[in-house]
């Protein structure tokens, strides 16, 4: 049973533009969703998570929005950089319970 | 400086070989975690531990074990018992259970031939 899905396995953008990365959830009872980033053969960094109380949240290039009736959220990275090419992950959690991570997307910069 | 140590990098084993996968942090963080990250499957959950001396399964602890003997550290066990051993492991750390953000060591890739 895949809790968090991430339909897109692969993403390229030109840099300069927006990226924006998909997730969906089917457990309503998740209350906090975060993004990680990982470049090969390297473990998964943070990069920004949401609570289930806000709609958005922004830092710096990325911000994350939340439409839970929708069960989806998505990354945007404005602009995108050569150096942001990497497997990003969603994951999510509900009331301190373990992390459920997505499959991952694999986003391409082309310069 | 702070973090996850994970080592080997690469590990290669022989089938039917019990292999043991160290992990450190001196993060001074209580619960640890064990993932597999296979293509296209994210992340999953080995086994993690919220506190000295006691762990729980994760979704596919099958032919894992692990041990929580001190604070800083979770060495994983892949055993010969575990189909399909060959992964990339990621062992990762977090101040309390329940804790929202996990921090990640650099990884294992073991690959049993």
């Known amino acids: 049973d895949q809790q968090v899905k991430q339909n897109s396995p692969s993403l390229s953008v030109q840099e300069g533009r927006i990226s924006i990365l998909n997730c969906d959830y089917t457990?309503?009872?998740?209350?906090?969703f975060l993004w990680y980033k990982k470049y090969p053969a390297e473990g998964p960094t943070f990069l920004i998570s949401?609570?289930?109380?806000?709609d958005k949240n922004e830092d710096g290039r990325f911000t994350v929005f939340l439409n839970k009736s929708a069960k989806h959220l998505s990354l945007h990275i404005v602009p995108s950089q050569p150096g942001d090419s990497a497997v990003y992950f969603c994951?999510?959690?509900?009331?301190?319970?373990?992390?459920?991570f997505g499959e991952g997307t694999q986003l391409t910069v082309n310069p | 400086d702070g973090g996850i140590t994970q080592s080997p990098k690469y590990l290669f084993r022989k089938e039917g070989q019990n292999v043991t996968l160290s992990c450190e942090q001196n993060?001074?963080?209580?619960?640890m975690y064990w993932y597999r990250q296979d293509p296209g499957q994210g992340l999953r959950l080995i086994y993690y531990?919220?506190?000295?001396?006691?762990?729980q399964k994760g979704d596919i602890a099958e032919g894992y074990s692990v041990s929580r003997e001190k604070k800083e550290s979770f060495p994983l066990t892949v055993t010969s018992a575990q189909k399909n051993p060959t992964a990339f492991y990621l062992c990762?750390?977090?101040?309390?259970?329940?804790?929202?953000?996990?921090?990640f060591g650099p990884g294992t890739r073991l690959t049993v031939t």
């Open positions: 990762a750390s977090s101040i309390w259970d329940g804790a929202y953000e996990q921090y």
């Open positions: 457990n309503s009872m998740f209350d906090y």
């Open positions: 949401i609570s289930s109380i806000k």
């Open positions: 994951a999510a959690t509900f009331s301190g319970s373990r992390l459920t």
């Open positions: 993060l001074n963080h209580d619960a």
């Open positions: 531990s919220q506190i000295v001396n006691d762990f």
